[in-house]
């Protein structure tokens, strides 16, 4: 495991009104996989933890039992210092958008002193503008063509991205 001065325990994965126990758990393993041990969901629409644990497996049981859940989302942004916010959607007040790499690479030294939120969307319509303005930061995965992709997956090129970087 990880020790406890790595710049990824900075870092805490978001989810905002996920829909699905599956994509949690899914979501949880991808941390797990790249050595992201904090969730945070907020106002989840269905938190069956027999689901969630089904698709996190045993291996990530911990991050888990450990997740925070919250109701509203002003109050789950709180303690981070800086927050990125995951978008397919490009124009209008989404102008400058980073690639996961460019935003791996940025967080480095930002989680040097500051906690850090990958913050997510729900997976049927991703985030609103309104709840981008909690974001310092904004990042798109780019793609050929069609353009949603399944929250774990998202969550998964994020969490190797920060992994690589660091």
């Not at 899914?26 to 041990?37: D, E, K, P, T, Y």
């Not at 689901?51 to 997740?67: P, S």
């Not at 985030?127 to 997956?153: D, E, K, M, W």
């Amino acid at each position: 495991m990880l020790n406890s001065n790595h710049f990824l325990d900075q870092i805490t994965i978001v989810l905002h009104r996920p829909r699905f126990p599956e994509n949690i758990g899914a979501a949880v393993r991808a941390a797990c996989n790249m050595g992201i041990s904090r969730l945070v969901l907020v106002a989840p629409e269905d938190c069956d933890l027999t689901r969630i644990l089904k698709m996190a497996t045993h291996a990530a049981a911990d991050l888990v039992e450990n997740m925070e859940v919250q109701s509203d989302l002003g109050t789950a942004l709180k303690p981070f210092q800086y927050i990125v916010g995951t978008t397919a959607r490009t124009g209008g007040q989404r102008q400058e958008l980073k690639t996961p790499r460019e935003i791996a690479e940025k967080l480095v030294p930002i989680c040097a002193t500051n906690q850090v939120a990958l913050l997510f969307g729900p997976e049927d319509r991703g985030l609103t503008n309104a709840q981008l303005r909690y974001c310092h930061a904004l990042v798109t995965i780019p793609t050929l063509g069609f353009s949603s992709l399944n929250l774990a997956q998202a969550v998964m090129i994020l969490c190797y991205e920060l992994m690589l970087a660091g």
